[in-house]
């Protein structure tokens, strides 16, 4: 049931048909408190009035009336229940299958609530309310199945079997909480007439070093009267209280007001009304309400819920600026289309850094009331309204959201299953993403895993760590005492290296992941021992020629990396020649192309003394001349003699000292 109550139930017209009014006494008093808001009246006077009506239609209609009740108090259970019973009872308009569409989707039934939207739809083709109800439908299923990283859980011990809602922290450390209940210690006697409860008062709690709350403790009675106290906001200094206060008087609807009290120590002042109420003439005879307080991080302007005139409909939010005494000047201004709607926008709260969050059941939500996000645009302006999604939104209603300070955690309300009672509150927190980085390090000439190795990472946040690898060659990057090795929104560099072998060299990044995530890594390591002969990409050139093609420069970008990767390497860079031409025209082939290779190497900064050209023309063939000879095609034997035109390299030594990392000459004497 909906606890918007303070806004959303009082001075709501009457929404249901108004032909039949002639149901007796007891029908015109249902439609009288239905029309004042009091809901939980005009359920009981309709059903007694059904009970001594003999007309059918009639009958159809009072029933159709007690589901409009429920539905407007914000029971979909009973609602969807009241309009099957009105479809039994021939009530001969379709818009009850229409909300029985939209009590399913309240109770998170969205595949049912299609199927009564797509019956609406054939009953009354027109009306595309169906369509947005089964898109909604739609959106709300995916992001149900596909969770934001939000915990949320109820906080039991500010709980009761009442109504519970819309806290607000007290104090400066943001220990103490101020909420608003309906608890059986709350203030009077009498029963309100909307919801069947008792009226609801501010309430008390803190929390000690361990997180756990104290029993709540009703707030003086300057503050608490017989009549509903809720929806606390506090200063930044935690010195002023701004709430909401709707007087009571029996069969009568007084609308809402915001009200103001200075605090001090344990106690408050006197409150005060806060001068927010436009001017009506005698003839206007709708009932105003105004409540839902927040102020920006400065204290110098204040949000409210209001259906006052100039709105777009429903309640809408509204904006007004506050001396230095934090009292109203000027004119309330309309926060428009961006964020308000024909529907409700209520329980507004301004966050440190200006972003505006708020409750809304007319942007595109998953069911009842969902929470709103909006993007601060301009100096007293907000759109780019997003909907928080699951699990801070369920299908049932979810409002009154509040941070705790500039944490990702804070509270807020919700009447979804899970809770103790009617509307509880709900803590909620972003848990931190878990990070872990492990593999396995393997030689890559053997296939074999490789112990010992060494696995340096560096992360732009300025972290390094390293591990050697265990005996099957695994390694694991994961908890650091209370810590993590891997941390949210960091690049890191890995380096895998080992005594007589080349260097891997990796990256991994956590920017942008939303989720825990293992980065699962394998990294072959090159043998470089002076007998290994490492085959490069093809070095390709034009026949019977040795200046390098781009296409030779392409191939040699291997080799280049790899002496970039390992700058203590010294190699010997090896050119063959296929069998075909003289010997020693051959060698000298080679040895020209092996040096072009090393001359290209040098103008892209590679030191010359570290690189050795090394012609070998036809004397190391890897295919022989006989085993060429005896291949069945030609295309065969060319790609046999392509083979042995190669370009290698091996590891000469692994001990030059690169020219930054050279000591000083000593100074002369």
Not at 3 to 32: I, N, R, Y
Not at 45 to 71: D, N, P
Request: charged share 25%; with cysteine; hydrophobic share 30%.
């Amino acid at each position: 049931m909906r606890t918007s109550k303070f806004l959303a139930c009082l001075g709501v017209g009457l929404l249901m048909s108004t032909a039949a009014m002639g149901q007796g006494k007891l029908a015109e008093e249902a439609d009288d408190a239905f029309k004042k808001g009091f809901y939980y009246n005009a359920i009981e006077l309709y059903k007694k009035a059904y009970t001594l009506e003999k007309k059918a239609s009639e009958k159809a209609t009072l029933i159709f009336k007690v589901a409009e009740s429920y539905r407007t108090l914000g029971d979909a259970q009973q609602a969807q229940v009241w309009y099957e019973k009105a479809n039994k009872a021939q009530y001969p308009d379709p818009i009850t299958y229409f909300y029985i569409g939209e009590a399913l989707k309240e109770q998170g039934q969205y595949a049912e609530a299609i199927a009564a939207y797509n019956k609406y739809k054939e009953k009354n083709p027109g009306d595309m309310r169906a369509d947005a109800g089964i898109s909604a439908c739609q959106v709300a299923q995916e992001w149900q199945d596909g969770p934001a990283r939000y915990s949320v859980d109820p906080e039991v011990l500010l709980n009761s079997q009442q109504y519970d809602f819309s806290p607000a922290f007290s104090d400066k450390k943001n220990e103490d909480v101020v909420f608003t209940s309906t608890r059986s210690a709350s203030t009077g006697t009498e029963t309100d007439q909307i919801i069947g409860e008792s009226f609801s008062d501010l309430f008390a709690s803190s929390r000690d070093k361990l997180g756990k709350w104290s029993e709540p403790v009703k707030l003086p009675p300057s503050i608490n009267t017989p009549s509903n106290e809720g929806a606390p906001i506090f200063d930044s200094k935690r010195k002023v209280m701004y709430f909401t206060r709707c007087p009571y008087e029996k069969k009568q609807v007084h609308g809402c007001d915001i009200w103001m009290s200075k605090k001090v120590g344990s106690n408050y002042s006197e409150p005060e009304i806060l001068a927010l109420r436009p001017a009506q003439n005698a003839k206007d005879t709708s009932v105003i309400t105004i409540g839902h307080p927040t102020l920006g991080p400065n204290d110098d302007i204040l949000l409210f819920s209001s259906n006052m005139k100039g709105g777009k409909g429903g309640k809408d939010i509204w904006m007004i600026h506050l001396d230095k005494d934090g009292k109203p000047v000027g004119t309330p201004k309309n926060l428009g289309p961006e964020v308000n709607t024909p529907k409700n926008e209520m329980f507004p709260f301004l966050r440190f850094d200006g972003s505006l969050y708020f409750s809304s059941d007319g942007h595109p939500g998953m069911g009842a009331m969902d929470i709103f996000r909006a993007e601060k645009t301009g100096e007293e302006s907000w759109g780019q309204v997003e909907n928080m999604k699951y699990p801070i939104n369920s299908s049932m209603d979810d409002f009154g959201i509040m941070f705790d300070g500039e944490e990702e955690r804070g509270y807020f309300t919700s009447n979804r299953p899970g809770g103790k009672g009617q509307d509880d509150i709900w803590r909620f927190y972003m848990p931190d993403l878990v990070f872990a980085l492990q593999g396995t390090v393997y030689d890559k000439v053997s296939g074999e895993p490789l112990g010992g190795a060494t696995v340096e990472v560096v992360g732009t946040d300025g972290s390094s760590f390293s591990a050697l690898t265990d005996d099957l060659g695994g390694f694991n990057f994961a908890e650091k005492g209370n810590d993590r090795y891997i941390k949210e929104n960091t690049t890191y560099s890995i380096r895998t290296s080992k005594d007589e072998y080349l260097v891997v060299n990796d990256q991994v990044t956590t920017v942008g992941i939303e989720e825990s995530t293992t980065f699962v890594k394998e990294y072959f390591l090159q043998p470089a021992r002076q007998d290994v002969i490492i085959k490069l990409p093809e070095v390709q050139y034009e026949f019977d020629k040795y200046a390098l093609t781009q296409a030779g420069k392409d191939s040699l970008e291997t080799l280049y990396a790899t002496l970039t990767e390992n700058p203590t390497i010294v190699i010997e860079l090896r050119a063959h020649t296929d069998s075909r031409g003289k010997d020693a025209y051959n060698q000298t082939l080679s040895q020209n192309r092996a040096t072009s290779c090393v001359n290209y190497l040098v103008t892209k900064g590679i030191d010359p003394g570290r690189m050795v050209p090394k012609g070998l023309g036809e004397s190391e063939l890897r295919i022989t001349d006989a085993e060429i000879a005896g291949m069945a095609t030609e295309e065969e034997r060319e790609a046999a003699h392509q083979q042995n035109r190669r370009t290698e390299f091996r590891v000469l030594s692994f001990d030059h000292v690169p020219k930054d990392q050279e000591a000083p000459a000593p100074p002369n004497n």
